[in-house]
């Protein structure tokens, strides 16, 4: 948690294996998702309003995402005063994600994809064996992708003080 949390001032591209779905620039796919109310949510809930980080993860049920998604409840406020929102991806199904959220405290909505069609467009998914490589996805206000980091495992992904560096980075770009 320690590196999670150290400040940065440089943004580097992802430097990982594992080829990111889309590129810098693209615009974030439509979609619309139930959280763990039911309640449809998606990247234009937060257009022209505020950036949005999604968090595309593995599982619920797995203690490395647990503990991945609880790191983001811990800093939400810290992405909340850059006006940043988040949204989790996870391929569970709602029951199983409602449980996630109660009981991690996340304070943004978790998303159930569990035919992972959504998924699929914005990382790498194979729908046999439900596999995915977790995934952020860091886009502007306007749904412009800035930039999208992926790993085979959430560890693999950059620390806080890296999204924090390109948050800040595109606030000095579209002013607030």
């Known amino acids: 948690?320690?590196?999670?949390?150290?400040?940065?001032?440089s943004c580097t591209p992802p430097r990982l294996a594992v080829q990111a779905k889309l590129g810098a620039r693209e615009m974030l796919p439509a979609f619309a998702l139930?959280?763990?109310h039911g309640v449809l949510r998606g990247p234009h809930n937060y257009k022209q309003r505020n950036h949005l980080l999604l968090l595309i993860v593995r599982s619920v049920e797995l203690p490395a995402t647990r503990a991945f998604l609880r790191q983001f409840a811990?800093?939400?406020?810290t992405l909340r005063e850059e006006?940043?929102?988040l949204l989790a991806i996870s391929p569970n199904?709602?029951?199983?994600?409602?449980?996630?959220?109660?009981?991690?405290?996340?304070?943004?909505?978790?998303l159930a994809d569990p035919e992972g069609r959504v998924i699929a467009r914005l990382t790498q998914w194979d729908a046999g064996p439900?596999?995915?490589h977790p995934s952020l996805l860091l886009?502007?206000?306007?749904?412009e992708l800035y930039q999208q980091w992926v790993g085979t495992y959430e560890q693999e992904l950059?620390?806080?003080?890296?999204?924090?560096a390109c948050l800040r980075y595109l606030n000095r770009l579209c002013c607030p």
């Open 139 to 143: 886009a502007d206000r306007y749904g």
């Open 83 to 85: 006006q940043c929102s």
């Open 158 to 164: 950059p620390p806080f003080s890296e999204l924090l």
């Open 1 to 9: 948690m320690a590196e999670l949390l150290s400040s940065s001032t």
């Open 130 to 132: 439900r596999v995915l």
């Open 34 to 36: 139930p959280d763990p």
């Open 74 to 77: 811990e800093v939400e406020p």
């Open 93 to 110: 199904q709602m029951a199983q994600n409602a449980e996630a959220q109660a009981s991690l405290g996340l304070p943004f909505p978790l």
